[in-house]
């Protein structure tokens, strides 16, 4: 037999380790894998090992997961087609004009990149090299312009389709589908609230964000023949969020259409060649790759963990402290920006879902004033991705701003683009908190399609 180890012991012994060798600059997927069966051997015996196929097999014949690689290279297509190139260029002319309207347009185009793209990294570089310079030259202030890429950038996470939402669903054993279509408002009105403040900050102090010169501004006629440009790829969208949420089609299918859609598309751009296909392929193998990987070492690290007893732990020790069912909540969601601050996504992901879900499930509906089970989950998954936005968008380790450092002109010192990112930070604070007191922002419109 294996060593007998206490279950506090283990759980530092367990994420300390985790975190030297995270420190240490080791890979995610290959940490977790590996001290998973390294405690594996000192914990349990032979017998013990075999947690690890029986964790790793379900995830390789999980039918909901083949979503995420056809959603990668549906965007990767239409990056590689210089779609966004063209939205950008058409939201900002029809949008110009208006005092702070490129950091509007900005925050549009990110929207509707956002339910093209499920990836964070791709929506925030792609804005940066587009956006950010188009908007310097214009004299808007650094902060507002860098802000709005970043926020804009990190609605990826909770629009549909959303690759994280996979994966949460997959994890939480819930309704991909309903995921999706409880972040929908979400999504939107954190959209609404970044855009509606970077307007009214422009009114009120014009220099941030002054209109287009008259000259550089276009006639209602060109406006529609721009608009006209961007008709096949919002068709695409509409098509893919519209077979999910009416139900014709479950995500998976609606990635297919999605990806032979992208085909199309970059055929009518003139775009579907060798190089683009090929570069698309790649692209979505190293990101699938790299998600699946993380799975793998994660499940079985939590696994393990839950298997020596640690989901029963983490219960008691919430509830020994006294805190109530909204504290606990409260704590969890705290764990998780912090966790943010060190860890990407997948793997807070598969380190805390495991242990959350069924600690909130354990709490009871009645306890957040739900008469529905299902509400509850789907209330506490939309809850979990609107966390990790703002884990994104969090200083000092937040990935939104580090995928802007990279872009951003050298002259633009990193504290300025820390500073850029507060006000989006609290606005986000504001619309979680507002999900929080007021669930059917989450559940309303999932119980009208799903009755």
Known sequence: MGLDMSIELLTLVMFGSLLVLLMAGLPLAFVTGGLACVFLFVLGDARALNIVPSRIFPLMTNYQLSAIPLFIFMASMLERAGIINDMFDVIYKVLGGLKGGLAAATIIASTVLA?????????????????????????????????????????????????????????????????????????????????????VRSYINPVLGPPIPVDERISNREKMRLLGKMSAPIALIVIVLGVIFSGVATPV???????????????????????????????????????????????????????????????????????????????????????????????????CVPIFVPIIKALGAAAFGFDDPNDLVLWFGVLYLVNMQMSFLSPPFGYALFYLRGVAPPSIPMTDIFKAALPFLFLQIVGLVICMLFPWVVTWLPNIVYG
């Open 115 to 199: 339910a093209m793209v499920g990836v964070i990294g791709a929506a925030v570089v792609t804005m940066g090299i587009i956006a950010l310079p188009a908007m310097l030259k214009r004299g808007y202030d650094t902060k507002i312009a860098m802000g709005s890429i970043m926020a804009g950038g990190t609605l990826g996470i909770l629009i549909p389709p959303s690759i994280l939402a996979i994966i949460y669903a997959v994890v939480a054993e819930q309704s991909v589908g309903e995921l999706f279509i409880g972040a929908v408002i979400p999504g939107l009105m954190l959209s609404g609230m970044y855009i509606i403040y970077v307007v």
């Open 253 to 351: 299918e609606a990635a297919g259409i999605g990806t032979f859609g992208a085909f199309i598309v970059a055929a009518i751009h003139n775009k579907l060649d060798w190089p683009t296909v090929r570069e698309a392929c790649l692209t979505t193998l190293k990101a699938s790759a790299m998600v699946i990987w993380i799975m793998f070492g994660a499940t079985i690290f939590v696994g393990l963990y839950v298997l020596e007893g640690g989901q029963q732990f983490v219960q008691e020790t919430m509830q020994g402290a006294g805190l109530g069912p909204w504290g606990i909540l409260i704590v969890m969601q705290i764990l998780l920006v912090v966790l943010g601050m060190f860890l990407d996504w997948v793997g807070i992901l598969l380190l």
